[in-house]
């Protein structure tokens, strides 16, 4: 049996299907990705309370972020050299994604302005 990062071909294959049942538009699909979203919010919300201001968007935009390097495996392909469904080549991409999820991308202060600009712009968009 694989261990953790280490993805069986059959999971590859699997990754691979729902890449493509969620660009198919079906009712399946839709039900799936609600699904995806509402087990990543529970998540949040029972394991990191208070990590993030809005759990559902976050889990939304991951599960999009995540299915949407899916949905574009022929183009990350082409950028890393070799099918991302390839054991080695998804491991590479893993890798990646342990990364860049590991790491902010804007420092403490940066956020805290970046939240207080949008919080202005909801303002006044309330009062218009």
Same mark, same amino acid.
């Given at each position: 049996?694989?261990?953790?990062?280490?993805?069986?071909?059959?999971?590859?294959?699997?990754?691979?299907?729902?890449?493509?049942?969620m660009?198919?538009?079906?009712?399946?699909?839709?039900?799936?990705?609600?699904?995806? !979203?509402?087990?990543?919010?529970?998540?949040?919300?029972? *394991?990191?309370?208070g990590? !993030?201001?809005?759990p559902r968007?976050y889990?939304a935009?991951? !599960?999009?972020?995540?299915?949407?390097?899916l949905?574009?495996?022929?183009?990350?392909s082409?950028?890393?050299?070799?099918?991302v469904?390839?054991?080695? #080549? *998804?491991? #590479?991409?893993t890798?990646?994604?342990t990364?860049?999820?590991?790491?902010?991308?804007?420092?403490?202060?940066?956020?805290? *302005?970046?939240?207080?600009?949008?919080?202005?712009l !909801?303002?006044?968009?309330?009062?218009?």
């Open positions: 049996m694989p261990s953790f990062g280490e993805p069986a071909f059959e999971d590859l294959t699997l990754y691979r299907y729902l890449a493509r049942a660009l198919d538009g079906s009712p399946a699909a839709a039900a799936m990705f609600e699904e995806m !979203v509402s087990l990543g919010e529970r998540w949040l919300t029972e *394991h990191r309370p990590m !993030v201001e809005d968007a889990s935009l991951l !599960v999009a972020m995540e299915l949407g390097a949905s574009m495996s022929d183009q990350l082409l950028a890393l050299g070799a099918d469904f390839s054991r080695e #080549r *998804h491991l #590479r991409l890798n990646a994604k990364d860049f999820y590991s790491e902010p991308l804007l420092e403490p202060g940066a956020a805290a *302005h970046a939240r207080e600009a949008i919080d202005r !909801v303002a006044e968009a309330g009062e218009r």
